[in-house]
């Protein structure tokens, strides 16, 4: 009866003993006007909530210091705090990290619009080709991706810290500082009591390939597979457009894309297992705007 009951016991003990939970540590904001993680949290937190039958359960945090992109990188790669950053993709960065092939914002990051000072707007209205746009001196932060894929189309580029772009802007150390269409208009928002002269730049568009994605080490499949499952059940029960037209719509609105000037660039740092021919994963500029 003995020999009977101890692998009953075991099997009864193994059954109530809690799975380990995932603990996902996520850049912490870069500045006291940073607005720019809320729906990235969301799509995180959604995902992993939605996965919790299969993987278990789970820790989300902050960083508990701040971090620009490259110091991100390097966290990440070491294992010393962080478990997942959030990306456009390049070739460099598919090598050294897992990406998570879903595209956070449909996109959105390729249709660039700027915020410059708002006394140069008429120069920016003589913009007509790349090669005009190219006379501009253009922010971008520290590690960034869309750094080099600016560089790359042959525009001189400055790098610095993401809160101080926006002063750099401001006094015209830069002329402009492209910002994901989902971003130029909260980040006006945010900044422009401190920087009086600051505006959103009103005629251009500058687009190109631009997948954004959460990354995590090359040795955290697991987290890696739970994510994608947890989006991709999203995009199925609706939630990730709700996410993503809830934070973006407004923006996309005032962008007034019929009225711009496209100005195209290459994206060189696209890698070859970007999900292109998914159309569901994208933004289409020509759709009908939901109501």
Same mark, same amino acid.
């Given at each position: 009866?003995?020999? !009977?009951? +101890?692998?009953?016991l075991?099997?009864?003990?193994?059954?109530?003993?809690? /799975?380990?939970?995932?603990?996902?540590?996520y850049?912490?904001? @870069?500045g006291?006007a940073?607005? #720019?993680?809320?729906?990235? !949290?969301?799509?995180?937190?959604?995902?992993?909530?939605r996965?919790?039958?299969?993987?278990?359960?789970?820790?989300? /945090?902050?960083a508990?210091?701040v971090m620009?992109?490259?110091?991100?990188?390097?966290?990440?790669?070491t294992?010393?705090?962080?478990? +997942?950053?959030?990306?456009?993709?390049?070739l460099?960065?598919?090598?050294?990290f897992?990406?998570?092939r879903?595209?956070? /914002?449909?996109?959105?990051?390729?249709? /660039?619009?700027?915020l410059?000072?708002q @006394?140069?707007?008429?120069?920016f209205d003589?913009?007509?080709?790349?090669?005009?746009?190219?006379r501009?001196?253009?922010?971008?932060?520290?590690g960034?991706?869309s750094?080099?894929? +600016?560089q790359e189309?042959?525009?001189?580029v400055?790098?610095?810290?993401?809160d101080?772009?926006? #002063?750099?802007?401001?006094?015209?150390?830069i002329?402009?500082?492209?910002?994901?269409?989902?971003?130029a208009?909260?980040?006006?928002?945010?900044?422009?009591?401190?920087?009086p002269?600051?505006?959103?730049?009103?005629?251009?568009?500058?687009?190109?390939?631009?997948?954004?994605?959460?990354?995590?080490?090359?040795?955290?499949?697991?987290?890696?597979?739970?994510?994608?499952?947890?989006?991709?059940?999203?995009? %199925?029960?609706?939630?990730?457009?709700?996410?993503?037209?809830?934070?973006?719509?407004?923006?996309?609105?005032k962008?007034?894309?019929?009225?711009r000037?496209?100005?195209?660039?290459?994206?060189?740092q696209?890698?070859?297992l970007?999900?292109?021919?998914? %159309?569901?994963?994208?933004?289409?500029?020509?759709?009908?705007?939901p109501?």
């Amino acid at each position: 009866m003995r020999i !009977l009951l +101890l692998p009953l016991l075991c099997m009864t003990l193994l059954s109530l003993t809690p /799975r380990a939970e995932d603990e996902v540590v996520y850049p912490a904001p @870069e500045g006291a006007a940073d607005v #720019r993680h809320d729906d990235k !949290l969301e799509f995180l937190r959604g995902a992993l909530e939605r996965t919790k039958g299969a993987y278990g359960d789970y820790r989300i /945090r902050p960083a508990s210091t701040v971090m620009n992109k490259a110091r991100q990188l390097v966290s990440l790669s070491t294992g010393q705090e962080l478990t +997942l950053t959030w990306s456009g993709t390049t070739l460099q960065m598919e090598r050294d990290f897992l990406p998570v092939r879903i595209p956070l /914002r449909k996109g959105l990051g390729g249709y /660039r619009i700027s915020l410059i000072a708002q @006394e140069r707007q008429a120069a920016f209205d003589q913009v007509h080709s790349l090669q005009d746009l190219r006379r501009f001196v253009i922010g971008q932060g520290k590690g960034w991706s869309s750094a080099d894929v +600016l560089q790359e189309a042959g525009f001189p580029v400055v790098t610095s810290n993401y809160d101080s772009l926006f #002063r750099m802007v401001g006094s015209r150390r830069i002329d402009m500082f492209p910002r994901g269409l989902h971003e130029a208009f909260e980040e006006y928002e945010a900044n422009r009591a401190a920087i009086p002269n600051l505006a959103v730049e009103e005629r251009l568009v500058i687009r190109y390939d631009n997948p954004y994605y959460f990354f995590v080490s090359r040795q955290n499949v697991r987290l890696a597979r739970r994510l994608e499952q947890g989006l991709r059940l999203m995009i %199925k029960d609706g939630s990730f457009d709700e996410i993503f037209w809830r934070h973006n719509g407004e923006s996309i609105r005032k962008a007034n894309l019929a009225g711009r000037r496209v100005i195209a660039i290459p994206n060189r740092q696209l890698p070859p297992l970007t999900p292109l021919a998914d %159309k569901s994963l994208w933004f289409d500029p020509m759709a009908p705007l939901p109501k």
